[in-house]
């Protein structure tokens, strides 16, 4: 089914915006994706994305992710509607695979999209952080001017090392290390620790997964920088179809 789905056109994506704090200006949105399968529904992509990963799809379909992205984005700048970036995620297969970089290129351009608006979201993944070739992808890429983000940082594969092999534009906090926050100390003590981290090294940090104010509390006494920090979550917003996001965009002007 996979297989046929991206000809099928069953891929969607959904948008989920991210928020700086303290303000709570929106400031961009994260791609989402979604199979609508005709014979199973709606299929998120905690249980696709492994299997297309192991069957190589994830390359051609993450470049269907990527220009889909870069287009929407088009679309609400042509539309006069203002936001900072959008964020796609971008697989470790993607990034072991030679072409990445003619793609990511190929989709600013065929979109007309400055490079500084797309920021793409790696996951922690010894056999990218650790791969020359890799690692010389990712240097390519951000000297196009796109942003690179460390996703679910302090899951898989955590190594502080990566910190010092590559200059990442921004961290992504794993929503595991933000729930419970009140009961469970140990979640504070390495939230607050991957927090005071990046703030060390300099690094803007977004906390996925916030859905209390308990937890927006919390980021706001240990969140030092001094340009504030992003956070996305069910507090603030699902992820949601593009025409929500659009109408979303609008009643802000
Ligand atoms: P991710 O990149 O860490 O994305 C954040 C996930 O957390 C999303 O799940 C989002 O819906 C969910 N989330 C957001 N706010 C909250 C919250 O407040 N509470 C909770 N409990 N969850 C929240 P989703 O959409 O199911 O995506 C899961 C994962 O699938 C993503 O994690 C990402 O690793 C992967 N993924 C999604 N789209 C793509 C894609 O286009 N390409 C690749 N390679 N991976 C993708
Ligand atoms: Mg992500
Ligand atoms: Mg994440």
Partial sequence: GLRRALERGEFALHYQPRVVLPDGELCGFEALLRWHSAELGLVGPTEFIPLVEENGLIVPLGEWVLLRACRQAR??????????????????????????????????????LEARMLELEITESSAV????????????????????????FGTGYSSLAFLKTFQFDRIKVDQSFMVNLAADATNRAIAASMLALAHELGIPVLAEGIETEEQVAFLREHCAHPGGFEVQGFLFSHPMPADECTRLLGARR
């Fill in 129 to 152: 952080f650790q791969d020359p070739n890799c690692l010389a992808r990712l240097h390519q890429l951000k000297a196009l001017g796109v942003c690179i983000s460390l996703d679910d």
């Fill in 75 to 112: 679309e609400w700048r042509d539309a006069g509607l203002e936001f900072e970036a959008i964020a796609v995620n971008v697989s470790p297969r993607q990034v072991k695979s030679d072409a990445i970089v003619a793609v990511v290129r190929a989709a600013l351009a065929n979109c007309g």
